[in-house]
């Protein structure tokens, strides 16, 4: 059975940090890039991280450059996204992705992904 879940989220001032984390399992996840979505009301689901399978390579959008730091351990199954400094608009439901068939946007596109985590909200407040 395939799961992704996501864990982490929670409720913090400007300024504040947070990291979520991302376990899966069920498939070849190791051999997979993994990434960090979040979607807000009324708004497309857009890419903020990815991290290559078996390399330090990441990507990010650049709104969170500098700010979010991802990383994974394959040993623990698990990725995790760093935030700092969150501002209120990193306001969001967050997921993470897993199963990278590709798309033409790369790892930064949700078309890419075939297996998603439930989310797990951030609330940043001013």
């Known amino acids: 059975e395939v799961q992704v879940r996501e864990s982490g989220g929670g409720s913090v001032q400007a300024g504040g940090s947070l990291r979520l984390s991302c376990t899966a399992s069920?498939?070849?996840?190791?051999?997979?890039?993994m990434g960090w979505f979040r979607q807000s009301p009324g708004k497309g689901r857009e890419g903020l991280a990815a991290?290559?399978?078996?390399?330090?390579?990441?990507d990010y959008r650049d709104s969170v450059k500098g700010r979010f730091t991802i990383s994974r351990d394959d040993v623990m199954n698990t990725a995790y996204l760093q935030m700092n400094s969150l501002k209120p608009e990193d306001t969001a439901m967050y997921y993470c992705?897993?199963?990278?068939?590709?798309?033409?946007?790369?790892?930064?596109?949700?078309?890419?992904?075939?297996?998603w985590g439930q989310g797990t909200q951030v609330t940043v407040s001013s």
């Open positions: 069920g498939f070849g996840h190791t051999q997979s890039p």
């Open positions: 991290i290559y399978a078996g390399s330090d390579r990441t």
């Open positions: 992705a897993a199963g990278y068939g590709g798309a033409w946007g790369g790892v930064l596109d949700p078309m890419s992904y075939r297996y």
